[in-house]
């Protein structure tokens, strides 16, 4: 049984995708890490890169080979300058060396030394290979998953074996659905206070704020970035930005200089229906364009699906209450972090594994639990409304055009999140007692289409709009 922490559920990293850019930049990390605690990493003359599977298939367009140079360069994906990306990528393929962990310079051609192999290894369809040859002319290959969510393991037994012990540090440890709301009954607590409770297991109470208020400031900073740039989304699909010109609509004259003013000045402006459902779409659509041009976004669960959860909760902040402070911020964070955990341990968050089901259709479960229980929702009626948001995400494929993180992802988070806020609607007006599908029936169910689903629709870019619609006819 895995511990999964609401940090892991909720990370900082740099765009397109959580599973093809973000993991394999960790996978690069973790494995100069292991070269280093064996000693070897002075040995290294060179290394290559072998992507498989979904990694293959889909990375350019996911920029995959531009995320594992960075891991190998020692970049971290949660401080990196993302603008000075594009101008050290240029600076390696004009001198074919790499800048090994930021220590030493090895010979490193770009076009040789990642290579993308279309088969698939045995565990995961998003595998990666690393090889070093070393100063005595032997070689070594160790090999990665990226499983979703910037998860990366070795081998699946390995990774059960690491979390197992933590697991059993959590006063209240959850894998369903059920179980949540045992120790919610049982406690007499919120679902927030019991997710709370598993967290100062971990780190402190002051940590925890820490972390959260900087997840929520990344949040924030994202949108206010992508409402307030222009132009075309890179990648050759020419896909105009949308956010920016909604948000110029949308925007009354109070003057404002950063996002903390900026959000003060939205809470002015008008209300009506149709306002409500284009804000939410303009906070959901600028993180996904900032997400899409390998900007820093907050992975929740992934990146492909980063823009449900911070419109959603700016959406409780700006129209909902305008007295929500950080308290708020904090209950709805650790109330979809709990969520997606458990859609996490009885399904999947990979898009690779599940279709876009796991992604749009997770974030949207896990917003519409965390909005439903700062609306006043009951535990029984947060997961009400994550059951209802993800039952209607259900069979959503994954296929990208030009396997890129663009159409027709960035719509379906304004989708998700507007589903989300529905869904908690929907569950505050509902008496859990007399559901027909409880949460853990959607989870497992979920898991059962994933598997059932054509690989055709799971981020290989193999079919449905990826091959209906054609780079040339955008």
């Known amino acids: 049984m895995e511990c999964i922490s609401v940090f892991d559920m909720l990370k900082i990293g740099v765009g397109p995708s959580s599973s093809h850019t973000l993991g394999p930049w960790r996978a690069a990390e973790r494995w100069i890490s292991e070269l280093k605690e064996q000693e070897i990493f ?24 531009i995320a594992v140079v960075m891991g190998l360069l020692g970049s971290n994906p949660e401080t990196v300058p993302t603008e000075s990306i594009g101008n050290v990528i240029s600076d390696l393929k004009a001198e074919k060396q790499l ?8 010979p490193f051609d770009f076009t040789k030394n990642i290579i993308f192999k279309k088969e698939f290894l045995p565990f995961h369809s998003n595998g990666i290979q690393f090889e070093a040859v070393l100063s005595s ?64 297991s971990l780190r402190t109470d ?27 989304l890179p990648g050759g699909l020419n896909v105009r930005r949308r956010a920016f010109e909604m948000h110029e609509k949308l925007k009354g004259e109070f003057p404002y200089s950063n996002p903390q003013e900026w959000l003060q000045t939205i809470r002015k402006t008008e209300v009506k229906f149709r306002q409500i459902l284009k804000w939410v779409s303009c906070f959901a659509l600028s993180v996904n364009e900032v997400n899409a041009s390998l900007g820093r976004v907050v992975t929740a669960p992934t990146n492909g699906s980063a823009g449900v959860i911070p419109a959603v909760l700016m959406y409780y902040m700006v129209i909902e209450n ?27 968050i990979s898009a690779a594994m599940g279709g876009c089901q796991a992604e749009i259709g997770v974030s949207s479960a896990m917003a519409a639990g965390a909005l439903t229980e ?35 992802c960035i719509e379906r988070n304004s989708m998700g999140a ?12 509902t008496n859990p007692k007399e559901t027909k599908v409880p949460l853990d029936k959607v989870v497992n169910t979920m898991w059962e289409t994933a ?24």
């Open 322 to 348: 305008h007295k929500a402070d950080f308290e708020h911020i904090k209950k709805f964070l650790l109330v979809a972090g709990e969520i997606g955990s458990i859609f996490k341990k009885g399904a999947t």
């Open 451 to 474: 598997k059932d689903m054509s690989s055709k629709y799971k981020e290989t870019s193999e079919g449905g709009l990826a091959v209906g619609v054609f780079l040339s006819d955008c």
């Open 418 to 429: 507007i589903k989300a806020i529905n869904a908690a609607e929907l569950a505050l007006d």
């Open 206 to 232: 002051s940590e925890i704020d820490i972390e959260l208020q900087r997840i929520w400031d990344t949040m924030l900073e994202c949108m206010y970035l992508g409402c307030h740039t222009e132009g075309i």
């Open 99 to 106: 800048h090994f962990d930021g220590i030493k310079k090895i």
């Open 137 to 200: 002319g032997s070689s070594m290959l160790e090999t990665y998953y990226s499983i979703g969510g910037g998860f990366v393991v070795k081998e699946e037994l390995l990774h059960s074996k690491e979390n197992k012990a933590v697991f059993k540090t959590f006063p209240c440890p959850i894998k369903t659905g059920t179980e949540l709301l045992h120790y919610c009954e049982e406690k007499n607590k919120s679902i927030s206070a019991i997710v709370l409770e598993n967290e100062l």
């Open 42 to 65: 002075e040995s290294v003359l060179n290394v290559k890169v072998y992507l498989y599977g979904s990694l293959s298939l889909t990375g350019k367009g996911h920029a995959t080979d």
């Open 374 to 408: 700062l609306l006043g929702g009951s535990p029984e009626q947060v997961l009400v409304a994550a059951e209802i948001a993800m039952e209607h995400h259900l069979g959503l494929t994954c296929d990208p055009i030009g396997g890129l993180v663009q159409v027709p």
